[in-house]
Each structure stands twice: as C-alpha cells, then as structure tokens.
Nanobody, 122 residues
Framework: QVQLVESGGGLVQPGGSLRLSCVAS????????MGWYRQAPGKQRELVAT???????NYADSAKGRFTISRDNAKNMVYLQMNSLKPEDTAVYYC????????????????WGQGTQVTVSA
C-alpha cells in the first residue's frame, strides 16, 4: 500500500511564489524517478519537472529558470519551488513517483498523488 500526498497549493498573485511538497508513504522498497505534472482545464496533463534518484533534473521549457525540483530521499519527499508565477501556471499539480513496493520487489510502477490546486490570479 503506497500513497503520495501533495501539499502547498493555493492562490497566489502573478510574480509570487509557492513551494509544493509531496511525501510518499507505505510499504516502499525504493523510489526511482519522481516528478511533478500539471493539468489545466481543457488541457492534457503535462510534465513540469522530473528528478532521478541521484539528483538529475529535467524541466519543461515553461518551467526552466522559474521552477526548481528537489528531493529528500531519506524522507521520501519531492518538492517543487515555483517562483515568478504566471496566470498560465494555473493548474492542478500532481506528484508522480516510480516506486518499487516491498510487496512487489523487482516490479516498478507509477504512483500518483491526488493533486493540489495552484491558482495564479490578480
């Protein structure tokens, strides 16, 4: 039983900042890549940023220079620091992780959080 829970979303003015957090819990053997995705109304879910277990990062062009993804392997957490937010960043942000559970060692699958709403508006 593995769960991902996001927090930190909310309403912020353009140019403001938010820090999203996600914690993985349950019968976890290992966590490989983690990432953040977002979905705006009427649009497909899109990748925002990913980070490997050894710290290599990848960002969508829209996030580069403004967002920073990081993780704490000891705490099973991943973060997304969002600065210089724009109205077009408004979306539900989802945490994603590739996890090997203790009950299914040797088998990796994707887990998703419930999402947290980020609204950027004046």
């Amino acid at each position: 039983q593995v769960q991902l829970v996001e927090s930190g979303g909310g309403l912020v003015q353009p140019g403001g900042s938010l820090r999203l957090s996600c914690v993985a819990s349950g019968s976890i053997f290992s966590i490989n890549a983690m990432g953040w995705y977002r979905q705006a109304p009427g649009k497909q879910r899109e990748l925002v940023a990913t980070i490997t277990s050894d710290g290599r990062t990848n960002y969508a062009d829209s996030a580069k220079g403004r967002f920073t993804i990081s993780r704490d392997n000891a705490k099973n957490m991943v973060y997304l620091q969002m600065n210089s937010l724009k109205p077009e960043d408004t979306a539900v942000y989802y945490c994603n992780a590739q996890i090997v559970s203790r009950n299914l060692r040797g088998f990796e699958r994707d887990y998703w959080g419930q999402g947290t709403q980020v609204t950027v508006s004046a």
